[in-house]
């Protein structure tokens, strides 16, 4: 599964941290050992279903939990079955 994920904390973070509350969010990804890319209008990660729909929950959570007022959560969702699925690298190896 491949997961697209962006989130639009309000505020984004603190007058001394301006993206707290974001990056926040990006921490989850990062402590979930998930394989993942940060882009500037969101991040990108890679796993089982059973590993990544527990994510996005935790994501959206770590920007409220953090201080946000508000977040929405936009995701894209990619998941094949059998062999031969989308990988991250699979798309994205010919741009690179």
Known sequence: MI???Q??????GTPSEP????????????????RYEVSALGTTFEGAPDQCWPVLRRVHEACLEAGA???????????ATGEGAPTMDGLTAKFR
Do not use: D, H, N
């Open 3 to 5: 997961v697209e994920v």
């Open 7 to 12: 989130c639009l904390a309000s505020p984004p």
């Open 19 to 34: 993206w707290a509350y974001i990056e926040a969010a990006i921490g989850v990804i990062q402590e979930s050992g998930l």
């Open 69 to 79: 007022r508000s977040v929405v959560t936009i995701i894209k969702v990619e998941q």
